[in-house]
Nanobody, 123 residues
Framework: QVQLVESGGGLVQAGGSLRLSCAAS????????MGWFRQPPGKERELVAV????????YYADSVKGRFFISRDNAKNMASLQMNSLKPEDTAVYYC????????????????WGQGTQVTVSS
């Protein structure tokens, strides 16, 4: 079992930055691929970024590429999402998730989820 707790959300003006953190406890964190998802109001959940446990390789959705950066610190059981140049369309509830798979695709392939943290970007 893995427990995930997100923090760092809030209200920020367009162009600003936020750093989300995901604290993990339980099983071996270093063997989980970590993903960040978001769900904008009234829309479907979407994948934002992934960092794989096998080689640390990363994936970003096109909408955030070049603005967001995902990282992990296995010694601290922590994953983070640095979000820069925020836009109003980045407004969403952000979730971190953990998967034992090296290449999880859909959200259904993630076994553990945090409770989410709200990010609101004002124009």
């Amino acid at each position: 079992q893995v427990q995930l707790v997100e923090s760092g959300g809030g209200l920020v003006q367009a162009g600003g930055s936020l750093r989300l953190s995901c604290a993990a406890s339980g099983r071996t964190f270093s063997r989980y691929t970590m993903g960040w998802f978001r769900q904008p109001p009234g829309k479907e959940r979407e994948l934002v970024a992934v960092i794989r446990w096998t080689d640390g390789s990363r994936y970003y959705a096109d909408s955030v590429k070049g603005r967001f950066f995902i990282s992990r610190d296995n010694a601290k059981n922590m994953a983070s999402l640095q979000m820069n140049s925020l836009k109003p369309e980045d407004t969403a509830v952000y979730y971190c998730a953990a998967s034992p798979r090296a290449y999880p695709g859909l959200g259904s392939q993630y076994d553990y989820w945090g409770q989410g943290t709200q990010v609101t970007v004002s124009s």
